[in-house]
């Protein structure tokens, strides 16, 4: 083969070729402004609730562990699974998908009478500006970037009737719902 | 330690914290080295070298005492103006603070070593030998100012030396003029004074000659600043002050004074006798003033004439123990002033210290500002040694573990699992001598919160015009800090009750053929692991009648009940809230103000309120608390598969009863307790758990105040020792939780708040049938 159809080669595409950043690229140019260079991604966790795909921004996670025997509050609103001992402090721990209006009954994950946490379940421990709260979620998926320009508003009636999602972010063919951690959790 | 050890100790302690003041000013001073010197800053430093000296003097410390004097002396001429703020000056108070450490280093030995005492005598000396006197002007500045000759010879020479810097740096002088009524001048005076001085400075109050009226006093006070004559007056609108200036002539070397226009009041002020002034005072020869350094602060006796007694005047500016810290004036009694008008000044003082930000009301809170401990450095070095033992135990348990693996299955020789008991016996023991140091460590003496309400006492009974001996006894009982902090909230309440409606007046008391002052006292004593708190008063006691009209009047019982209560269960009404209101407070002479309140407070530190009362002869409080909150006992009781737990202090006794046994009063369940009626909750129902038919019922009787209960659970699982961690921010609306702890097995355990479930327990609307 000669040195310059190498080079042809080069040029076309291949099937097995990752084009995720052109198609990124592409995706940005179909909008009429051009794109910002300085714009830098943000990192957010992704996490899945009733199969959807969430994401809030990481910083705004302390740590994430696995399910530890939660003691459930009695008398508490529902959304309130229960506390959890972190290390010698006391932390309760929210059921979203209630908030979300995902499922209408509360899942029984505290007490006596609860079933073992599903393997994949996590608690999330967010810091908001009321102290440490938990987060249960049903698997935490990944970290992804995403880029201002990557990020849309949400469509009116996501979210019950809280502000709690922020936006959608897309990355490839990826939906994230973008979560405000903060009002999820008021 | 020798017998005065203890007070050794406390002497070195509050040294300390005066040398750390002292310390932080004269850093200020230091790095400002160049400058002209803020007079509040010398005036601090001066009050914290007096207060040094008093101190030491107290507790025969005479070298540090002769030494603060030395300071003091330098600092009072340095803030008369006789001396100027030089390096030298400075040096030697810097070098000053150095040896003093070294003293007290001393003092805290018991030892004398004559290197320290040689350096005191050097700089005493050299304190001495400071004198080249401020260059003096030709002119006194205070001849330009149109004061009264009368008013000019009442000043103190600080007051004057002030006075006279203000003149010359041309900053305007004022006469602000108030008239207070005489109950509650403190209060309008020490309000008036903070709003003046974010916008000048005071150089001076003086009592009036003309007071409006026969129970009224007013108040001149000469007042220096720069801000305009409207901004001034809008500094003061809601006061009853009224504004003048002080016209000066302009000095004859022509430096400009400011300007400013003469706001005349609406009010038809009378103009004061001593602004209609003569223009010029005859030369008093005061611009070098006569030194009297061994008199450093002795404003009152420099007054001539007789129209101010110290007791009707407030003093003219904060003297040198009112803006100490608070906890250098609790165990100094011989530094409180007798005269009360000052120390109602005092408290003012500490609400708003630095003058800026709002003035805290009086009476809001005697909490210290702090939330510090001082810890004696030996329980701490206690504390380390036991941790070092635990560390070694660990060692020990660590290779014991590291034995164990090697061998494998083998079965464990029984030296081995001797060498275990053996290692957890140490631990258990070691981990108790932890917990109990640190327990102390927390331990504070009721002391602090007595000597506060002491001061407090003489106030309240000087408005209320009440004759009253307060008697405090049992101070060295020791609580945790928290514990004391949270007290002196309710117990201020209960004092001030105590004044203002349990005890008479004093022509009354005479009448009933008691003693004319009436008796207050404040009792602390440890019985077991509570400490019981008593106020009593030997006044009117409370009206049980009354008591039981109002509650009928208010629906808070019915006649049924009335008519069952006996005469404690009457008295315990005052508790219930609701029943103080502002109408009450007269039918009932305000007795009951709030006491819900103080109820509140106490049941929130797992504490017991009780009152008894005998009318005629007095009215007592008595406050049950635990020694500590950080670690309490608790029952551990199981309820539909949970556990929590229930602090053992408010547990009476434990039943175990028969469903027969649980009757039915509108339809409540209730149970008859050797023939009393006991008010009866299901935990389960009431949490909203799944109930488990268990044939038969434990109940947990619990008692807070003056309420019973009994509580069904299904098991009981023993007693424990637990630290109760709060629920924090998110949580602290939940009801009948006061926290969470851990018993070991890494589950949260919720701790129980009987003060809640009681209140639930008890209330109609809750009620669950």
């Given at each position: 083969?000669?040195?310059?159809?190498?080079?042809?080669?080069?040029?076309?595409?291949?099937?097995?070729?990752?084009?995720?950043?052109?198609?990124?690229?592409?995706?940005?140019?179909?909008?009429?402004?051009?794109?910002?260079?300085?714009?830098?991604?943000?990192?957010?966790?992704?996490?899945?609730?009733?199969?959807?795909?969430?994401?809030?921004?990481?910083?705004?996670?302390?740590?994430?562990?696995?399910?530890?025997?939660?003691?459930?509050?009695?008398?508490?609103?529902?959304?309130?699974?229960?506390?959890?001992?972190?290390?010698g402090?006391?932390?309760?721990?929210?059921?979203?998908?209630?908030?979300?209006?995902?499922?209408?009954?509360?899942?029984?994950?505290?007490?006596?009478?609860?079933?073992?946490?599903?393997?994949?379940?996590?608690?999330?421990?967010?810091?908001?500006?009321?102290?440490?709260?938990?987060?249960?979620?049903?698997a935490?998926?990944?970290?992804?970037?995403?880029?201002?320009?990557?990020?849309?508003?949400?469509?009116?009636?996501?979210?019950?009737?809280?502000?709690?999602?922020?936006?959608?972010?897309?990355?490839?063919?990826?939906?994230?719902?973008?979560?405000?951690?903060?009002?999820?959790?008021? | 330690?020798?017998?005065?050890?203890?007070?050794?100790?406390?002497?070195?302690?509050?040294?300390?914290?005066?040398?750390?003041?002292?310390?932080k000013?004269?850093?200020?001073?230091?790095?400002?080295?160049?400058?002209?010197a803020?007079?509040?800053?010398?005036?601090?430093?001066?009050?914290?070298?007096?207060?040094?000296?008093?101190?030491?003097?107290l507790?025969?410390?005479?070298?540090?005492?002769?030494?603060?004097?030395?300071?003091?002396?330098?600092?009072?001429?340095?803030?008369?103006?006789k001396?100027?703020?030089?390096?030298?000056?400075?040096?030697?108070?810097?070098?000053?603070?150095?040896?003093?450490?070294?003293?007290?280093?001393?003092?805290?030995?018991?030892?004398?070593?004559?290197?320290?005492?040689?350096?005191?005598?050097g700089?005493?000396?050299?304190?001495?030998?400071?004198?080249?006197?401020?260059?003096?002007?030709?002119?006194?500045?205070?001849?330009?100012?149109?004061?009264?000759?009368?008013?000019?010879?009442?000043?103190?020479?600080?007051?004057?030396?002030?006075?006279?810097?203000?003149?010359?740096?041309?900053?305007?002088?004022?006469?602000?003029?108030?008239?207070?009524?005489?109950?509650?001048?403190?209060?309008?005076?020490?309000?008036?004074?903070?709003?003046?001085?974010?916008?000048?400075?005071?150089?001076?109050?003086?009592?009036?000659?003309?007071?409006?009226?026969?129970?009224?006093?007013?108040?001149?006070?000469?007042?220096?600043?720069?801000?305009?004559?409207?901004?001034?007056?809008?500094?003061?609108?809601?006061?009853?002050?009224?504004?003048?200036?002080?016209?000066?002539r302009?000095p004859?070397?022509?430096v400009?004074?400011?300007?400013?226009?003469?706001?005349?009041?609406?009010?038809?002020a009378?103009?004061?006798?001593?602004?209609?002034?003569?223009?010029?005072?005859?030369?008093?020869?005061?611009?070098?003033?006569?030194?009297?350094?061994?008199?450093?602060?002795a404003?009152?006796?420099?007054?001539?004439?007789?129209?101010?007694?110290?007791?009707?005047?407030?003093?003219?500016?904060?003297?040198?123990?009112?803006?100490?810290?608070?906890?250098?004036?609790?165990?100094?009694?011989?530094?409180?002033?007798?005269?009360?008008?000052?120390?109602?000044?005092?408290?003012?003082?500490?609400?708003?210290?630095?003058?800026?930000?709002?003035?805290?009301?009086?009476?809001?809170?005697?909490?210290?500002?702090?939330?510090?401990?001082?810890?004696?450095?030996?329980?701490?070095?206690?504390?380390?040694?036991?941790?070092?033992?635990l560390?070694?135990?660990?060692?020990?348990?660590?290779?014991?573990?590291?034995?164990?693996?090697?061998?494998?299955?083998?079965?464990?020789?029984?030296?081995?699992?001797?060498?275990?008991?053996?290692?957890?016996?140490?631990?258990?023991?070691?981990?108790?001598?932890l917990?109990?140091?640190?327990?102390?460590a927390?331990?504070v003496?009721?002391?602090?919160?007595?000597?506060?309400?002491a001061?407090?006492?003489?106030?309240?009974?000087?408005?209320?015009?009440?004759?009253?001996?307060?008697?405090?006894?049992?101070?060295?009982?020791?609580?945790?800090?928290?514990?004391?902090e949270?007290?002196?909230?309710?117990?201020?309440?209960?004092?001030?009750?105590?004044?203002?409606?349990?005890?008479?007046?004093?022509?009354?008391?005479?009448?009933?053929?008691?003693?004319?002052?009436?008796a207050?006292?404040?009792?602390?004593?440890?019985?077991g692991?509570?400490?019981?708190?008593?106020?009593?008063?030997?006044?009117?006691?409370?009206?049980?009648?009354?008591?039981?009209?109002?509650?009928?009047?208010?629906?808070?019982?019915?006649?049924?009940?009335?008519?069952?209560?006996?005469?404690?269960?009457?008295?315990?009404?005052?508790?219930l809230?609701?029943?103080?209101?502002?109408?009450?407070?007269?039918?009932?002479?305000?007795?009951?103000?709030?006491?819900?309140?103080?109820?509140?407070?106490?049941?929130?530190?797992?504490?017991?309120?009780?009152?008894?009362?005998?009318?005629?002869?007095?009215?007592?409080?008595?406050?049950?608390?635990?020694?500590?909150?950080?670690?309490?006992?608790?029952?551990?009781?199981?309820v539909?598969?949970?556990?929590?737990?229930?602090?053992?202090?408010s547990?009476?006794?434990?039943?175990?009863?028969?469903?027969?046994?649980?009757?039915?009063?509108?339809?409540?369940?209730?149970?008859?307790?050797?023939?009393?009626?006991?008010?009866?909750?299901?935990?389960?129902?009431?949490?909203?758990?799944?109930?488990?038919?268990?044939?038969?019922?434990?109940?947990?009787?619990?008692?807070?105040?003056?309420?019973?209960?009994?509580?069904?659970?299904?098991?009981?699982?023993?007693?424990?020792?637990?630290?109760?961690?709060?629920?924090?921010?998110?949580?602290?609306?939940?009801?009948?939780?006061?926290?969470a702890?851990d018993?070991?097995?890494?589950?949260?355990?919720?701790?129980?708040?009987?003060?809640?479930?009681?209140?639930?327990?008890?209330?109609?609307?809750?009620?669950?049938?």
């Amino acid at each position: 083969m000669s040195r310059f159809s190498e080079l042809l080669d080069d040029f076309f595409y291949r099937p097995d070729e990752d084009v995720g950043g052109l198609l990124e690229f592409a995706a940005g140019s179909d909008e009429l402004q051009p794109l910002v260079p300085e714009e830098t991604p943000e990192e957010y966790l992704a996490f899945l609730l009733e199969g959807e795909c969430y994401a809030v921004p990481i910083r705004s996670i302390r740590e994430i562990g696995k399910v530890p025997p939660l003691t459930e509050i009695p008398r508490a609103e529902p959304w309130l699974l229960g506390v959890m001992n972190l290390r010698g402090d006391v932390i309760p721990v929210y059921d979203l998908k209630l908030r979300l209006k995902l499922t209408d009954k509360a899942s029984l994950v505290a007490g006596p009478d609860a079933p073992p946490p599903p393997r994949l379940a996590r608690i999330l421990v967010a810091h908001t500006e009321e102290g440490p709260a938990g987060v249960w979620v049903d698997a935490v998926k990944d970290v992804v970037r995403l880029k201002p320009s990557m990020l849309e508003p949400s469509p009116p009636g996501l979210g019950g009737e809280r502000d709690c999602v922020v936006g959608i972010g897309r990355r490839n063919s990826e939906l994230y719902i973008l979560l405000d951690l903060e009002q999820a959790l008021a | 330690m020798n017998p005065g050890g203890k007070a050794l100790s406390e002497f070195v302690a509050e040294a300390t914290e005066i040398l750390d003041t002292l310390n932080k000013d004269l850093l200020t001073l230091d790095e400002r080295r160049g400058q002209e010197a803020d007079p509040e800053l010398i005036n601090g430093i001066f009050r914290a070298a007096h207060s040094l000296k008093g101190l030491a003097g107290l507790f025969g410390q005479d070298r540090i005492s002769r030494l603060a004097h030395g300071m003091e002396d330098l600092l009072d001429r340095l803030r008369l103006g006789k001396l100027v703020m030089d390096d030298t000056a400075l040096d030697a108070l810097v070098e000053s603070l150095d040896v003093l450490q070294a003293l007290l280093v001393d003092a805290s030995r018991g030892e004398t070593s004559s290197s320290q005492s040689t350096r005191v005598e050097g700089l005493i000396e050299r304190f001495t030998l400071m004198g080249a006197p401020a260059p003096p002007g030709e002119e006194d500045p205070l001849d330009r100012l149109e004061l009264d000759a009368q008013v000019r010879a009442v000043f103190t020479e600080y007051e004057e030396h002030r006075l006279r810097e203000n003149v010359r740096r041309g900053v305007a002088l004022w006469r602000v003029r108030a008239d207070f009524d005489l109950s509650d001048f403190d209060k309008g005076l020490a309000e008036l004074n903070s709003r003046l001085k974010p916008v000048g400075e005071i150089i001076s109050t003086l009592p009036s000659a003309q007071p409006s009226s026969a129970s009224g006093i007013a108040f001149d006070l000469i007042f220096g600043s720069k801000v305009t004559g409207i901004e001034l007056a809008s500094a003061l609108e809601g006061t009853p002050a009224q504004l003048s200036q002080l016209a000066a002539r302009p000095p004859a070397r022509g430096v400009v004074l400011t300007p400013a226009p003469v706001p005349r009041p609406a009010a038809p002020a009378a103009p004061p006798a001593a602004s209609a002034a003569l223009p010029a005072a005859p030369a008093h020869g005061a611009a070098s003033v006569p030194a009297a350094p061994t008199e450093p602060r002795a404003p009152s006796t420099r007054r001539s004439g007789s129209r101010k007694s110290k007791a009707s005047r407030p003093p003219p500016r904060p003297e040198p123990y009112q803006e100490l810290p608070q906890p250098l004036l609790t165990p100094l009694p011989m530094m409180t002033p007798p005269p009360l008008p000052s120390q109602a000044f005092s408290e003012a003082g500490l609400g708003d210290s630095g003058s800026k930000g709002p003035r805290v009301d009086l009476d809001t809170s005697l909490r210290s500002l702090t939330q510090t401990v001082r810890v004696d450095i030996r329980r701490l070095d206690g504390l380390m040694n036991t941790v070092g033992e635990l560390l070694l135990i660990k060692a020990n348990l660590q290779r014991m573990t590291e034995n164990a693996r090697q061998e494998g299955t083998l079965v464990l020789s029984k030296a081995w699992v001797q060498e275990l008991a053996r290692e957890t016996r140490q631990l258990e023991r070691k981990l108790d001598a932890l917990q109990s140091g640190l327990l102390e460590a927390r331990m504070v003496p009721v002391g602090q919160v007595f000597d506060k309400l002491a001061r407090l006492v003489r106030r309240i009974a000087r408005e209320a015009g009440k004759e009253i001996d307060f008697l405090s006894t049992g101070g060295e009982v020791e609580l945790d800090k928290l514990i004391v902090e949270e007290l002196s909230d309710p117990l201020m309440h209960i004092i001030r009750n105590a004044i203002d409606h349990g005890v008479e007046p004093p022509e009354v008391r005479v009448a009933a053929g008691k003693s004319r002052r009436a008796a207050v006292s404040l009792r602390a004593e440890q019985k077991g692991n509570h400490v019981v708190i008593e106020v009593s008063d030997d006044g009117s006691g409370i009206d049980e009648q009354r008591v039981r009209e109002v509650a009928l009047q208010r629906n808070l019982i019915t006649e049924a009940q009335a008519a069952e209560m006996n005469r404690r269960e009457l008295l315990n009404l005052i508790f219930l809230p609701g029943f103080s209101t502002a109408r009450n407070v007269s039918e009932l002479s305000g007795r009951g103000v709030g006491l819900d309140v103080v109820k509140n407070n106490i049941s929130n530190l797992s504490g017991l309120i009780d009152v008894w009362s005998e009318r005629s002869r007095g009215t007592a409080f008595q406050l049950t608390l635990p020694l500590t909150l950080a670690i309490i006992r608790a029952l551990v009781v199981g309820v539909s598969g949970r556990t929590y737990a229930v602090p053992l202090n408010s547990v009476l006794e434990i039943l175990s009863i028969q469903p027969k046994d649980i009757r039915t009063v509108e339809r409540r369940e209730v149970l008859d307790l050797r023939g009393q009626t006991l008010p009866f909750t299901r935990l389960a129902r009431l949490f909203g758990l799944p109930e488990r038919n268990t044939g038969r019922h434990f109940v947990v009787v619990v008692g807070l105040a003056q309420e019973r209960m009994g509580i069904a659970v299904d098991e009981l699982f023993g007693q424990q020792d637990i630290v109760t961690k709060p629920l924090g921010g998110r949580l602290q609306s939940v009801r009948g939780i006061s926290g969470a702890t851990d018993l070991g097995n890494r589950r949260t355990v919720l701790v129980l708040d009987v003060a809640a479930l009681l209140e639930d327990g008890m209330s109609p609307e809750r009620r669950w049938a």
